[in-house]
């Protein structure tokens, strides 16, 4: 049966936090509405996983407040973790035991009566496709198994806000889509979820609203066709005849454009981002203004596109580095330290 909640799910005004001399959190603030996936969109060591930790009650912050359905993280830290739910980077169940012996234990250690835990179990098993590993040992699961049965430990006891952090972090794509699946499913029976991902697609096909964070702090936040637009209307995508024309290519495009030009891995491949007032007729002029200046320089196009900006561009406009989709070692680190 579907639950839903309204307001704010999460409200946090200038969270600080540190290790030792290193500051992973400086003053964060977020409001994540209730009902959707909000993502939390950052580089290695941007903070994403101490967030999620203050605000899961693992960690006290060191300055600011947050509150999680309007209960205080600290001062009511028990009424918080009745109604969230964290699944981590890494599979937190016991590997030694079968997945029905996993979630059925789980269910016990929440005060459900045996029957009730097993049928639970089976419940969550036949809804993750997970019904004939059930009897196998967890550490003879895939990659993508191990995220599912993780994910429905989580929500043995169904909570109003869900924590995931980088749940899809070294999965195939195949077991991708199975987790977000899942995720839209949990979503859709009136769970928020608080997303933390480095891979941008993800956000993009998940989140209704996503935060970026970088060295501790939201530097952008707002739908995924907002922040899009925040940095152009249009991004102009070019395939060149010859590679050895790129430098003069990348030359005649800042000139022309007056904008960062980003040179793609393919040596012939070369992109900018057009479009600054936010207008479609903008966009179009300045490529077809480009596109112009090109062919009078001499330079042969093979291949022209224009488009909307990706989260991709946007995340390098606005942390001027690329996201990079590995494990938060920054913040492995920092928690290493405490």
Request: proline share 4%.
């Amino acid at each position: 049966m579907s639950r839903r909640t309204t307001g704010l799910a999460i409200e946090a005004e200038g969270l600080t936090r540190s290790f030792g001399e290193t500051r992973a959190l400086a003053g964060i603030d977020l409001q994540v509405p209730a009902g959707a996936v909000y993502g939390l969109l950052g580089p290695n060591g941007a903070g994403k996983t101490t967030a999620v930790r203050v605000l899961a009650t693992l960690l006290r912050p060191d300055g600011g407040q947050a509150r999680v359905f309007g209960h205080d993280v600290v001062a009511e830290a028990d009424a918080v973790r009745a109604r969230v739910s964290l699944t981590g980077q890494y599979a937190s169940v016991d590997e030694d035991l079968t997945g029905t012996e996993n979630l059925i234990l789980l269910g016990r250690l929440l005060g459900l009566p045996k029957s009730a835990a097993r049928q639970r179990a089976e419940q969550l098993l036949a809804a993750f496709g997970l019904t004939e590993a059930a009897g196998r040992q967890v550490k003879k699961y895939s990659g993508g198994m191990r995220r599912r049965i993780d994910i429905a430990a989580s929500i043995l006891n169904t909570p109003d806000l869900l924590f995931l952090d980088e749940p899809t972090t070294g999965l195939d794509p195949r077991s991708r889509n199975q987790v977000w699946e899942i995720v839209r499913a949990v979503v859709a029976h009136g769970t928020t979820v608080l997303l933390t991902t480095q891979y941008l697609d993800e956000a993009d096909k998940l989140a209704s609203r996503i935060a970026v964070v970088d060295h501790g702090r939201v530097i952008a936040e707002g739908t995924p066709g907002e922040l899009k637009s925040s940095v152009g209307s249009g991004t102009v995508h070019l395939r060149l005849r010859n590679a050895d024309q790129r430098p003069e290519a990348e030359r005649v495009l800042q000139a022309t454009l007056s904008v960062p030009v980003q040179l793609e891995a393919d040596p012939v491949a070369i992109t900018a981002r057009v479009g600054g007032d936010g207008s479609e007729l903008d966009a179009s002029a300045q490529a077809a203004r480009a596109l112009g200046e090109l062919s009078r320089a001499g330079i042969v196009v093979d291949d022209f596109s224009l488009g909307q900006p990706s989260l991709d561009e946007v995340f390098l406009a606005l942390t001027d580095h690329p996201a990079v989709p590995a494990t938060d070692e920054r913040d492995d680190e920092l928690e290493a330290a405490r």
